[in-house]
């Protein structure tokens, strides 16, 4: 139980270092103010979307602004911008291309809403995330689908929305969020659930959920999971994940927003870019822990339609009882002979 304990732990320190890169930089740096303003190769004209503005390719924060003195992380600067072209051959592409593949267009521009210092913090800290839900490929698939939207889609304001903001000291004129809405819609929640729902943590042989959730597994629900990896003891700023039924509801449509419709994969499905589904002990369906089937018997042993074996064994035994009955017989059967005196005092033995 004690090295149990401390594996769920550590993999909840991991867990709060992930959240909070992918939303802030490295909280070692020393901070925006020692950076160069990361818009400044923004014009006026795309700066103006100060207000939310909610449609394809905008974002609604990129980079940092402001630190979480609480929370020892980072704040995203809030921005209601075009989302930024990820040049070919640049870093930030490469990193987008092998750690959030779902946003990658292969063959076409890829757009994206986070700085290069986001992404190289996200690959380093799901290295664990790696090691614990590797052995589940579309497990670790969606969990990766997750923090990789809210970090870099480039349709953020269609699904997410700044529900807070605080001040920015370095940056006067902008602000940071410090708390997000994303609307999820209750599908690809369900399919993120049921996918880690059996993944075993293979150091304890305890299921992944109980760190992920926050509670044991056997309680936990995709919203409660949802809700606990959006908590403030996990991420610099609140998330607040908002489940839907489709059609979406009328303010969400009222924003012009769709909410987030992600395609992700249960654990019997190949993700993309894996070769394999996961294991059986991560995913025991049918397809996957095929029960052992009876090995065929080429023209079987059969005596009147009955299996041989059977039928000479019960024969035997119908035998044995008609013996044993006949031979019980004959040794009770009177003999028919009687012993009489005769003179002279001895006996004889008459029929």
Same mark, same amino acid.
């Given at each position: ?14 867990l ?42 905008r ?40 750690l ?14 986070? $700085? ?9 800290? +799901?290295?664990? *995330? /790696?090691?614990?839900?590797? @052995?589940?490929? %579309? ?29 920015a000291p ?39 959920? $109980? ?9 936990? +629900?995709?919203? *409660? /999971?949802?809700?606990?990896? @959006?908590?403030? %003891? ?44 996961c ?17 065929p ?13 059977t ?8 035998? /044995? ?31």
């Amino acid at each position: 139980m004690g090295r149990n304990r401390w594996m769920v732990l550590g993999f909840n320190a991991a867990l709060l270092l992930l959240t909070t890169s992918c939303f802030a930089a490295n909280a070692n740096s020393n901070g925006p103010d020692d950076e160069a303003d990361p818009f400044t190769d923004y014009d006026a004209a795309e700066q103006q979307y100060i207000n939310e503005t909610h449609s394809p390719d905008r974002c609604i924060m990129y980079s940092q602004c402001a630190n979480n003195s609480a929370k020892s992380g980072l704040l995203n600067c809030a921005y209601n911008g075009p989302s930024r072209l990820a040049a070919k051959g640049s870093p930030e592409l490469a990193i987008v291309e092998s750690l959030c593949p779902m946003l990658y267009e292969e063959g076409e521009d890829t757009y994206i809403c986070c $700085d290069i210092k986001q992404l190289e913090t996200l690959r380093d800290q +799901t290295r664990v *995330a /790696l090691q614990m839900l590797g @052995g589940c490929p %579309s497990c670790y698939y969606n969990f990766m689908s997750v923090f990789c939207h809210l970090t870099c889609s480039r349709n953020q304001s269609q699904f997410m929305r700044g529900t807070q903001e605080v001040p920015a000291p370095n940056y006067p004129d902008k602000k940071a969020v410090s708390a997000v809405e994303l609307f999820f819609e209750e599908a690809p929640a369900e399919q993120f659930f049921t996918s880690c729902s059996n993944v075993q943590l293979s150091a304890t042989q305890s299921k992944a959920l $109980d760190a992920l959730c926050g509670q044991p597994a056997s309680t936990c +629900t995709p919203q *409660a /999971l949802l809700t606990f990896l @959006g908590g403030t %003891s996990h991420s610099p700023f609140l998330i607040k994940f908002t489940q839907y039924t489709q059609p979406p509801p009328t303010d969400i449509e009222a924003l012009n927003m769709t909410g987030w419709e992600a395609s992700l994969f249960q654990c019997n499905e190949t993700a993309p870019g894996y070769g394999k589904t996961c294991s059986c002990q991560d995913c025991p369906v049918p397809e996957l822990c095929p029960r052992p089937q009876p090995i065929p018997q080429d023209n079987p042993f059969r005596i009147l339609g009955f299996d041989g074996i059977t039928f000479i064994v019960l024969i035997s035994y119908v035998g /044995l009882f008609f013996i044993s009955i006949f031979f019980f017989l004959m040794c009770s059967r009177p003999s028919g002979y009687v012993d009489v005196e005769v003179a002279g005092g001895g006996t004889e033995r008459l029929r």
